[in-house]
Nanobody, 122 residues
């Protein structure tokens, strides 16, 4: 098993930036594909992006391409979500998750963090 803890959320003005972190403990971090998801009030949880095991590959949802960047440091057991040019519609709880296989489906991620709130004011 792996335990995931997100941090770095907060309140930011539109156009601003935030960097979320997700620290992992337990099984070797490099065993997992790491994804980021978000869930706004009253909406389904949606895929934001993922990063491959070595960090060499990433994939993003269309609505964040060019604005968000995912990176990972396997030596620190941490994955990051750098969010730039934030918009009010990016307001949501952001979750990191771990999977054994390449997938964008939330149901196929095996482990989840507790989430961190990101609020973007207009």
């Amino acid at each position: 098993q792996v335990q995931l803890v997100e941090s770095g959320g907060g309140l930011v003005q539109a156009g601003g930036s935030l960097r979320l972190s997700c620290a992992a403990s337990g099984r070797p971090f490099s065993s997992y594909l790491m994804g980021w998801f978000r869930q706004a009030p009253g909406k389904e949880r949606e895929f934001v992006g993922y990063i491959g095991w070595s960090g060499g590959s990433t994939y993003y949802a269309d609505f964040v391409k060019g604005r968000f960047t995912i990176s990972r440091d396997n030596a620190k057991n941490t994955v990051y979500l750098q969010m730039n040019s934030l918009k009010p519609e990016d307001t949501a709880v952001y979750y990191c998750a771990a999977a054994y296989h390449v997938t964008t489906a939330a149901s196929l991620y095996d482990y989840w963090g507790q989430g961190t709130q990101v609020t973007v004011s207009s």
